[in-house]
C-alpha cells in the first residue's frame, strides 16, 4: 500500500531519529548484557565499568549507563584537575617569552617578537576527546533529563578550557598514557564507544539530534580479534586487516584485500590460518569464495568462517575440502555465557591449527 513501509536491519542496531517525533529503534537479537561483554572486550573497558549493569534490559538502557558512568569519571577527574601537559606555543609578543626566532624578524616596523614558548595547558587531546564525546551523546538526545544534566555538567566543566574538535580515527591518536593520568585509559575506551558509533561521522552537519548506531559485524569481528588476543598462548600472534596485494607489479590489474584476522603459530615457523567473521547466521557461496580467496593470498592451507550462532540446518557443515585448501566453520555462540562461548571457540581454533600442521 502507498504510504506503507517494511525496514530490515543490515546489521545494525541503535536509535535512528527521521525527525523531531519520528525515531527508528533497532534492538539486538544478542541478549543486551551479552552484547555489552562484547563491547566491553572489543573496547577494553575496565572490569569496574560493569558494576551496575546488572539491571540492564534495553540498548537504550545500556546507552544511557554507559553515558552516566562517563559522565562520572569526567567530572571526578575536572574535581581532581584534568590532565595538563606543556605544549609549544608560536606567538607575536610585546615582550620576550621562551626563545627569540631571529629567522622569523623579519619586518623592521613591527615591535612585537616572534617567540616559541610553552605552556601547562588543558586544552589537549585526552581532554577534547572528553568534550567531543560528551557533546555528542547529549545530542543523541535518549538520555532521561537526569543524566542529560550529568552530561551539562561535563560539558560545562570541560568547555571553558577545553577547544571543540571532531574524533573519528581513534588509532590515529598515538595517546600516551602513565601515572599522572592512567585513569584516562578506561575512560578513552568509553568515549571511543561513543564516537564510533554516534554519527554523522564527517563533521556535525546541521541536525540537532544525532543517531547512535552499532555496526555489529564491526563490533563482532573486534570483539573475535581481541577475545583471541588475549586467551590464545603466547606461541599464537593475532593480526587484524592485515594488508595483501593480489597481482604483480607489472599486472593491469591489482587490488589491496585484509583479511579480518590472521594467526600465526610462532612455534611451527610461522604457520596461518586465515579468518573472516560474518555476522549472520547461515553459511553462503560468496563467503566461501571470500576467505579462500584470502586463504590463498596469504599463502595460508586453512581458512575459518566464524559466525556468532549455528543455524540449525547447518551444523553438520564443520569441514570443506577445496584442492589443498581446508575450509572450516567456527562459532562464537553469542547466544551462550560469553565465556563458556569463548573458551569452546579457543579449543576449536587451537584444534583447527593441531589439524593444519
Not at 500500500?1 to 546489521?11: A, D, I, T, V, Y
Not at 578550557?161 to 581513534?170: G, R, Y
Not at 592512567?182 to 539530534?209: K, V, W
Not at 610461522?270 to 555476522?279: A, E, N, P, R
Request: charged content about 25%.
Amino acid at each position: 500500500m502507498f504510504g506503507e513501509f517494511q525496514l530490515r536491519s543490515s546489521g545494525y542496531v541503535g536509535y535512528m531519529p527521521i525527525d523531531e517525533e519520528l525515531v527508528v529503534r533497532v534492538d539486538p537479537k544478542v541478549d543486551v548484557l551479552n552484547l555489552f561483554r562484547m563491547m566491553e572486550v572489543a573496547y577494553q573497558y575496565d572490569p569496574e565499568i560493569a558494576k551496575g549493569l546488572v539491571d540492564v534490559s534495553s540498548i537504550r538502557e545500556l546507552y544511557e549507563t554507559l553515558a552516566s558512568i562517563l559522565c562520572k569519571r569526567i567530572l571526578d577527574r575536572a574535581r581532581r584537575g584534568l590532565y595538563r601537559q606543556y605544549v609549544s606555543r608560536k606567538r607575536h609578543l610585546d615582550k620576550m617569552k621562551g626563545r627569540i626566532l631571529f629567522n622569523d624578524h623579519t619586518e623592521p616596523v613591527r615591535v612585537a617578537l616572534p617567540c616559541r614558548y610553552h605552556i601547562n595547558t588543558t586544552d589537549i587531546l585526552h581532554n577534547m576527546i572528553f568534550l567531543s564525546a560528551v557533546d555528542k551523546i547529549a545530542r543523541v538526545g535518549i538520555c532521561t533529563s537526569i543524566t542529560q544534566a550529568k552530561l551539562r555538567q561535563a560539558y560545562r566543566a570541560l568547555i571553558s578550557t577545553v577547544s571543540k574538535k571532531e574524533f573519528t580515527h581513534f588509532e590515529s591518536l598515538n595517546l600516551e598514557y602513565n601515572r599522572l593520568n592512567s585513569d584516562y585509559e578506561a575512560s578513552h575506551a568509553l568515549c571511543r564507544f561513543f564516537l564510533e558509533n554516534t554519527g554523522p561521522q564527517h563533521g556535525n552537519g546541521d541536525s540537532r539530534n544525532l543517531p547512535f548506531i552499532i555496526d555489529m559485524a564491526r563490533l563482532f569481528e573486534r570483539f573475535v580479534e581481541k577475545w583471541l588476543e588475549k586467551h590464545l598462548p603466547d606461541n599464537y600472534s593475532v593480526r587484524a586487516q592485515e594488508k595483501c596485494t593480489i597481482g604483480q607489479a607489472n599486472d593491469e590489474l591489482k587490488f589491496d584485500i585484509k583479511p579480518d584476522l590472521c594467526i600465526y603459530d610462532k612455534a611451527q615457523d610461522g604457520l596461518s590460518i586465515v579468518l573472516d567473521t560474518k555476522y549472520k547466521t547461515s553459511i553462503s557461496n560468496h563467503d566461501i569464495y571470500q576467505v579462500l580467496t584470502y586463504a590463498e593470498v596469504r599463502g595460508s592451507k586453512t581458512a575459518v568462517l566464524i559466525y556468532p550462532t549455528y543455524d540449525a540446518l547447518e551444523r553438520c557443515l564443520q569441514r570443506l575440502k577445496v584442492g589443498n585448501k581446508t575450509l572450516y566453520r567456527l562459532t562464537f555462540d553469542l547466544s551462550r555465557d560469553v565465556q563458556e562461548a569463548g573458551n569452546a571457540f579457543v579449543e576449536d581454533v587451537l584444534a583447527v591449527f593441531a589439524q593444519s600442521r
